[in-house]
């Protein structure tokens, strides 16, 4: 794995041991930001990378100019490997890791963020990657694991933000979940990503 593009273009990230992670291609990383980049995203904005793993989708929007990522994951020896990587790529003040589980907490929210010089006050997310193991989002009805964190964090996301959501690419999304409106729907390989937007 690697940065694809930006300030950190090309450097290798640290992966963690074994085969238990579901590590996103270059391609495909490559070709969900240049959809991003349509809606002006993610530069000069916070973002939030959920089920984060070693932090490939948060460090490329840092990369990219993001203001500011919250990471979040619930295994400590990834944790590890994840603030490696923040490390190397010199953003620990534009970051922030958090160890849990992500269902419970969504993207949490710090009334003010102080660990950079330039504060976000009263943040809100412009985009959030959710990217839970393919087992958590094999119900997608309205009563599913992936419904509920949707539903958390519309309180956490600013009006018009995008959450992007990971999963297996015959998994078919709801049109709507809450004030979350699907707007993109892409595939490959044997991926798919659902691009959704916060409405009032």
Do not use: H
Not at 87 to 98: C, N
Not at 160 to 181: K, S
């Amino acid at each position: 794995m690697r940065i694809i593009a930006g300030t950190k273009r090309g450097m290798v990230l640290f992966s963690p041991k074994g085969d238990g992670s579901r590590p996103i291609t270059d391609r495909v990383k490559e070709s969900l930001f240049d959809v991003l980049l349509n809606y002006g995203l993610p530069a000069g904005e916070p973002v939030a990378d959920l089920f984060c793993g070693v932090g490939s989708l948060g460090l490329e929007a840092l990369s990219r100019g993001a203001a500011f990522v919250t990471f979040v994951e619930r295994d400590p020896a990834i944790i590890v490997t994840l603030e490696r990587n923040i490390e190397k790529a010199g953003f620990v003040k534009e970051s922030r890791v958090i160890r849990a589980d992500a269902f419970k907490v969504g993207a949490p929210i710090e009334k003010e963020i102080e660990n950079r010089k330039l504060k976000i006050e009263n943040s809100r997310y412009a985009l959030i990657f959710v990217d839970p193991p393919y087992a958590d989002t094999a119900d997608v009805g309205e009563n599913s694991s992936l419904a509920q964190i949707l539903y958390l964090l519309q309180n956490q996301m600013a009006e018009q933000g995008l959450v992007a959501v990971r999963t297996r690419r015959n998994t078919a999304l709801l049109d709507q979940y809450g004030q979350f409106n699907v707007i993109d729907r892409r595939r490959w390989g044997t991926m798919a990503i659902v691009i959704l937007r916060k409405c009032a």
